[in-house]
């Protein structure tokens, strides 16, 4: 599968963006999709996470104020980022996870097809 994000952008603190991530080929109903993140300097970082039956993930930093979600129909899943701040500033990437992995792993070794990540940057 293929794997495409967009959304990205600059914005100041306590505005709202909402990712997209494309994927092509016919596995994604049936694949754990992911969010993570990369600011310089930093590990890859897991943000969010849909499960192929709909359950939802969330680092503790972003929860109450992220929301991912998926519509299967088009390939596609999204994460709806409110209450921006600079620490939010990074490459987001979407991920498919392994097959041979059972549920949602939050390592970023368990997902076999990145995006090429879009960016966001939050100012204060």
């Known amino acids: 599968v293929q794997l495409q994000a967009s959304g990205g952008g600059s914005v100041q603190a306590g505005s709202s963006l909402r990712l997209s991530c494309a994927a092509s080929g016919r596995t994604f109903s049936t694949s754990n999709m992911a969010w993570f993140r990369q600011a310089p300097g930093k590990d890859r970082q897991f943000v969010a996470a849909?499960?192929?039956?709909?359950?939802?993930f969330y680092t503790d930093s972003v929860k109450g104020r992220f929301t991912v979600s998926r519509d299967n129909g088009k390939n596609t899943m999204y994460l709806q980022m409110n209450s921006l701040n600079p620490e939010d500033t990074a490459i987001y990437l979407c991920?498919?996870?392994?097959?041979?992995?059972?549920?949602?792993?939050?390592?970023?070794?368990?997902?076999?097809?990145w995006g090429q990540g879009t960016q966001v940057t939050v100012s204060s």
């Open positions: 991920a498919r996870g392994r097959e041979a992995v059972a549920g949602v792993s939050y390592s970023p070794d368990n997902y076999d097809s």
């Open positions: 849909s499960s192929w039956r709909g359950d939802k």
